[in-house]
């Protein structure tokens, strides 16, 4: 069992960042992909951003796209959101997961899809002030 734990939420003003970090528990697991979606109240859960483990390819949403990277430490199976020139629109709960099974496709078209990531974190709150 993979667990997953979020940190870096909290509040901010328009235009400023934040960088949120996932931290998976067990470190001796396959990781093929880790990701972050989020979802606001009254709204789909969104991708936001992936990486895949293997080549570090990304993918991004294209609400956050030039405003957020995704970045990961392989040792430490940790992966972060560096989330800059925040917009009140960002304001959700911030979710971290991880898939560990191997699918073979395009990565653009896969890293999106929530059905391809196993685990999930609780989410962390992000607020973003106008």
């Known amino acids: 069992q993979v667990q997953l734990a979020e940190s870096g939420g909290g509040l901010v003003q328009a235009g400023g960042s934040l960088r949120l970090s996932c931290a998976a528990s067990?470190?001796?697991?396959?990781?093929?992909?880790m990701g972050w979606f989020r979802q606001a109240p009254g709204k789909v859960r969104e991708f936001v951003a992936a990486i895949s483990w293997s080549d570090g390819n990304t993918d991004y949403g294209d609400s956050v796209k030039g405003r957020f990277t995704i970045s990961r430490a392989n040792a430490m199976n940790t992966v972060y959101l560096q989330m800059n020139s925040l917009k009140p629109e960002d304001t959700a709960v911030y979710y971290c997961?991880?898939?560990?099974?191997?699918?073979?496709?395009?990565?653009?078209?896969?890293?999106?899809?929530?059905?391809?990531?196993?685990?999930w974190g609780q989410g962390t709150q992000v607020t973003v002030s106008s």
């Open positions: 997961a991880v898939g560990t099974n191997m699918v073979v496709g395009s990565w653009s078209a896969l890293a999106p899809k929530p059905s391809l990531y196993d685990y």
């Open positions: 067990v470190r001796t697991f396959t990781n093929y992909r």
